[in-house]
């Protein structure tokens, strides 16, 4: 039932870069894990990385060397450094806070990456 907005998607030619924001209320970014999600048409959805609390980050294989995930806590923002895109990288992104504790469960609405050759 928390507010949770993703931005910063958009249309980008292939090797481009984006950079996604999420904001969450201060309470959520203190105490739970935040993850990114994507999920592209006709495909399931799939964990693209994760930040800890802590700020220990986690990231797929297919985005390693790629992506960075980072937090500004002082700004309530989880950020998704997204470089070298590949149109394999066109999907829906959603965050979340959903791990840490068991009441961790809150999902943004989405923010959309387009990416062409």
Request: aromatic share 12%; with cysteine.
């Amino acid at each position: 039932q928390v507010h949770m907005v993703e931005s910063g998607g958009g249309s980008v030619q292939a090797g481009g870069s984006l950079k996604l924001s999420c904001a969450t209320s201060e309470d959520i970014f203190s105490s739970c894990g935040i993850s990114w999600y994507r999920q592209a048409p006709g495909k399931e959805r799939e964990l693209v990385s994760s930040i800890f609390t802590d700020g220990s980050p986690h990231y797929a294989d297919f985005v390693k060397g790629r992506f960075t995930i980072s937090q500004a806590d002082t700004k309530n923002t989880v950020y998704l450094q997204m470089n070298s895109l590949k149109t394999e990288d066109t999907a829906v992104y959603y965050c979340a806070a959903d791990f840490g504790h068991y009441w961790c469960n809150y999902w943004g609405q989405g923010t959309q990456v387009t990416v062409s050759s």
